[in-house]
């Protein structure tokens, strides 16, 4: 635990807040030239998103392939720049923090990629790749203690101590994230930041692997920040859920909230694709259709940047004003202008044809 905690109150309640984005902008230049290396444009992968993770819990974050999330989540790391925006990590600001400062704070966050045979060094045994990081904070110092340590990673994962000397490419798909979760947790970290963690794993072991993910984070007081496309996933261990769309948060609520009411048109969409076990609730259920391709995050729609897709869309307000991200029931955030009035029925969808995206630049 820190000596530092950021608590806000909030309807009373004091909240242990661990990591806080303020309007964090991620933008990459689009380059053109061989010479003079112009830039000509950008892409807009995280737009402007605020959002606070509490210490101890499971943050969700889902949406469509190039949204920004794993943008987003490098970011969090401190691994990408942020463009504009705050990072603010148990109270300190990130986003301008480089050199041993950095890496200092970079102890006490990790991640957890999709792919662990890509992300693990082919050449080293796991007990070289557990004691990389150790040592690069200065935390292998004797034989002893650090031996002892190995054994105590490998049976928190529930890896047999041979799995030291063997290499990553001997491993089966779940074994292998095993091993990769193993060495984010090497260093003791505080957050860990879990990108698509199961997505390239059989079904069946999947919920082996997120089983594991929860039982580390009672064990060692883990908070944690998923993404993942796959709702399924995000809904069996996340305790909150931020939709993403085109750089931008559109709903953020409990995951029970959201997967039972979802008040945003591209939540809505994104849920109806998604089938309900129960029958009663799967025919009650509007049937939403993504007509249209997500845009370019290299040039995004004006105003709401769902309207090209949206079956509310309003004239006027939706292509020209950016909706805010606002509350509109108790924790439960919404970035749609008439989002009162779809939730009451007010407003009904019509089919939406394909449309192409205006510049607006
Ligand atoms: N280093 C980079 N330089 C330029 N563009 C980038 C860079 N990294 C990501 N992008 C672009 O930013 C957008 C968001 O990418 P990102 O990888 O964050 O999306 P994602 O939601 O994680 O997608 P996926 O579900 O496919 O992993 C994409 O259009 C991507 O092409
Ligand atoms: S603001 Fe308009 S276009 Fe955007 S989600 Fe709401 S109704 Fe749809
Ligand atoms: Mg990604």
Known sequence: MSDNPVSSAQDGVSEDVLVELNDVKVHFPIKKGMVLDR???????????SLSIKRGETYGLVGESGCG????????????????????????????????????????????????LSSLDPRQSVESLLVEGMRAHGLAHDKASTDERLRELLDAVGLPPTAL??????????????????????????????DEPVSALDVSVQAQVLNLLEDLQEEFGLTYLVIAHDLAVVRHIADRVGVMYLGGIVEESTSDALY????????????????????????????????????????PPSGCRFHTRCPWRQE??????RPVLREIGAGHRVACHFAE????????????????VVPTA
Do not use: W
């Open 260 to 299: 039972e009411q979802p008040l945003h048109p591209y939540s809505k969409a994104l849920l109806s694709a998604v089938p309900v076990p129960d029958p009663q609730v799967e025919d009650a259920r509007e049937q939403i259709l993504l007509t249209g391709d997500l845009p370019s995050p290299a040039n």
């Open 165 to 194: 000397r063997k290499y990553p490419h001997e491993f089966s798909g779940g074994q292998r994230q095993r091993v990769g979760i193993a060495r984010a947790l090497s260093v003791g970290p505080e957050l860990v930041v879990a």
């Open 316 to 321: 006027e307000r939706c292509d020209s004003e």
């Open 69 to 116: 999330k794993s943008t987003l989540g490098r970011a969090v790391l401190r691994l990408e720049k942020p463009t504009g925006g705050e990072v603010v990590f148990d109270g300190t600001d990130l986003s301008g923090m480089k050199g041993e400062k950095l890496r200092k704070m970079r102890q006490r966050m990790q991640m957890v990629f999709q792919d662990p």
């Open 39 to 49: 830039t000509v444009g950008h892409v807009y992968a995280v737009d402007g998103v």
């Open 341 to 356: 009035a779809i939730r009451d029925g007010e407003l009904q969808p019509r089919s939406v044809a394909p449309e192409e």
